[in-house]
């Protein structure tokens, strides 16, 4: 899995979320990826996964982030801001 891999790299800046850094051509340019994004069903509709998310992006609007890309359900993320580009 994805998280699991970022994990043991020790890449992920908001472990709760699976937040990391995104390099451009090699490059650190303050970009992050957040995501795949995932609440046990059985907790689900308690607004854990809304807390997570605005607790994440939270952290990376502090930190100066320029970016963050998102790897999930336009419509889940759009509640909290974000949108898709270039016509995706």
């Not at 650190?28 to 795949?36: A, I, K, Q, S």
Request: charged residues 25%; proline residues 6%.
């Amino acid at each position: 899995m994805i998280v699991d891999a970022l994990r043991a790299a020790g890449r992920l800046s908001v472990p709760m979320v699976a937040l990391s850094p995104v390099l451009i051509d090699g490059r650190d340019e303050r970009w992050f990826g957040l995501g795949p994004l995932s609440v046990a069903p059985m907790r689900q509709r308690q607004r854990i996964g809304s807390a997570l998310t605005r607790n994440a992006l939270a952290r990376l609007r502090a930190s100066g982030a320029a970016r963050c890309f998102v790897l999930g359900d336009p419509a889940y993320y759009a509640r909290f801001g974000l949108r898709t580009e270039g016509g995706r």
